[in-house]
């Protein structure tokens, strides 16, 4: 009688759990999970997925991990026009800006705070950002992180306001 009891509250007990698993997803999310619960960052995911599919893939491949210093969509409103129009008339140029906002690693807000300032290299080129995050609150190249710490299968995603231009590209990207 009392077996029999724990057996069935032991078959509801796994049920609802594979319900709630079903629901909630225990593995990392997508980039397209990440656009739908981040909709102020659809600019960078749309670009970076249509312009940087290959290399994603080629880290997935290799279990390497990175971490994504993403502009939220206001920071792409706030370019000149004449920026948006060579971005979008020159993949080169478009593909070299979006790597530069992408490091190796899976480096967390907590990584980062309190560590002053960092150079760190960024998958474009030798090029690289300067970090500086103090005990509380993270800027790149003076750019503020508005939302750390965007987890995804690939690592981790913070949300800056404002576009990294690599800085041989600034002469080629604002005239
Ligand atoms: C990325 O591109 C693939 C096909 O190229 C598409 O199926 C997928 O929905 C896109 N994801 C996002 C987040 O745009
Ligand atoms: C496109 O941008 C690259 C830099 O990423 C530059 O070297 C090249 O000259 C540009 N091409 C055109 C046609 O402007
Ligand atoms: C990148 O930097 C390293 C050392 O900082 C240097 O040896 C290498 O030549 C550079 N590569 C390019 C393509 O500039
Ligand atoms: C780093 O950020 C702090 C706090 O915003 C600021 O006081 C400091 O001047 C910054 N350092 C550099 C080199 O930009
Ligand atoms: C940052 O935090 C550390 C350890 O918690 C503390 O020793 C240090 O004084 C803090 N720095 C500032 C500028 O508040
Ligand atoms: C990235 O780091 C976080 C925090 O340590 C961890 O939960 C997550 O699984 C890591 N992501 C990957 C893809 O390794």
């Known amino acids: 009688m009392k077996r029999s009891f724990v057996a069935i509250l032991s078959a509801v007990c796994w049920i609802l759990f594979a319900?709630?698993?079903?629901?909630?997803p225990l593995h990392a999310q997508s980039l397209s999970e990440v656009e739908r619960e981040?909709?102020?960052?659809s600019t960078f995911v749309t670009l970076t997925n249509e312009t940087l599919g290959s290399e994603l893939s080629t880290i997935a491949a290799r279990h390497e991990t990175i971490t994504v210093f993403?502009?939220?969509?206001?920071?792409?409103d706030a370019l000149?026009?004449?920026?948006?129009?060579?971005?979008?008339t020159n993949h080169t140029l478009l593909k070299d800006v979006l790597l530069n906002h992408i490091?190796?690693?899976?480096?967390?807000?907590?990584d980062l705070l309190g560590e002053g300032l960092i150079e760190a290299k960024t998958l474009y080129d030798n090029s690289s950002v300067l970090i500086n995050a103090t005990n509380t609150s993270i800027t790149v190249d003076g750019n503020k992180v508005i939302t750390p710490?965007?987890?995804?299968?690939?690592?981790?995603?913070?949300?800056?306001?404002?576009?990294?231009?690599?800085?041989?590209?600034?002469h080629e990207l604002l005239g």
């Open 19 to 24: 319900l709630l698993s079903a629901t909630r």
């Open 80 to 88: 000149p026009h004449a920026v948006l129009d060579r971005l979008h």
């Open 149 to 170: 710490d965007v987890f995804f299968d690939l690592g981790v995603i913070h949300i800056i306001d404002g576009v990294l231009v690599p800085t041989n590209l600034r």
């Open 38 to 41: 981040h909709p102020d960052i």
């Open 70 to 76: 993403a502009p939220d969509n206001s920071a792409f």
């Open 103 to 110: 490091l190796r690693g899976n480096i967390t807000a907590h």
